[in-house]
């Protein structure tokens, strides 16, 4: 079993929708949980960031964690075009001297259509 | 944004060419990273730094080989490209506690024909 699945989509919307993507994971030493977006062609940027289960919302965008399920879900409300990018969940894994490593899902690929 | 560099964007070039992919960034960073991405595959990590004159193999094994002389400067050098090298090439920074958010460049696109 992977340390993380991520369903890589691709997922098409049209605007104003609701998206969910998910990720499971596996390892339970994970204790943080991110969200970076990665446009065409860019470098990911992280979106959100959550250590404790329950849900943290940041605008239109709101991150869920079930550590009890091992799932986690980042929810878009009123989705926009420009919210069309590929979505990766992260999870940091501390590596000593202060270093965290980072295990990623594969991505979804969101579409929002106009 | 972030300030971090990669160069060159995009590269193609053939087998058995040594190339070094340059990756730079203005935030006195002592964390840095490597990281290939293949469509539709994780980001695997393969090289980072925890500072000057340090060095680690990730988690995926890999034929490049990096330095870190300068806080700021951190390349990768494949001595002998080959087609199997073909792959996306992320760089990125961290930022330290509490969170050591990590902060990725453009990347560069490696063709190998």
């Known amino acids: 079993q992977k340390e993380v699945e991520q369903d890589p989509g691709p997922l098409s919307v049209p605007e104003g929708a609701i998206v969910s993507l998910n990720c499971t994971y596996s390892n339970s030493a994970f204790q943080y949980f991110m969200w970076y977006r990665q446009y065409s062609r860019k470098g990911p940027e992280l979106l959100m960031y959550?250590?404790?289960?329950g849900n943290k919302e940041d605008g239109r965008f709101t991150a869920q964690v079930d550590k009890s399920s091992k799932y986690i879900s980042l929810f878009i409300r009123d989705s926009q075009p420009s919210d069309s990018a590929t979505y990766l969940c992260?999870?940091?894994?501390?590596?000593?001297?202060?270093?965290?490593?980072?295990?990623f899902g594969k991505g979804t690929k969101l579409s929002v259509i106009p | 944004e972030a300030d971090i560099y990669q160069t060159p964007r995009y590269l193609v070039i053939g087998t058995g060419k040594k190339i070094t992919l340059e990756c730079s960034q203005t935030?006195?960073?002592?964390?840095m990273y490597w990281y290939q991405q293949d469509p539709g595959m994780e980001l695997h990590l393969i090289h980072y730094s925890y500072g000057v004159n340090s060095t680690e193999k990730g988690d995926l094994s890999s034929e490049s080989t990096v330095s870190r002389i300068r806080t700021e400067h951190f390349p990768l050098t494949l001595e002998s490209a080959r087609p199997s090298h073909t792959s996306q090439y992320l760089c990125?920074?961290?930022?330290?506690?509490?969170?050591?958010?990590?902060?990725f460049g453009p990347g560069t696109r490696l063709t190998v024909l």
């Open positions: 935030m006195g960073h002592d964390k």
């Open positions: 990125a920074s961290s930022s330290g506690p509490p969170t050591d958010t990590q902060y």
């Open positions: 992260a999870f940091p894994s501390y590596s000593g001297a202060g270093s965290y490593q980072l295990t």
């Open positions: 959550t250590y404790s289960s």
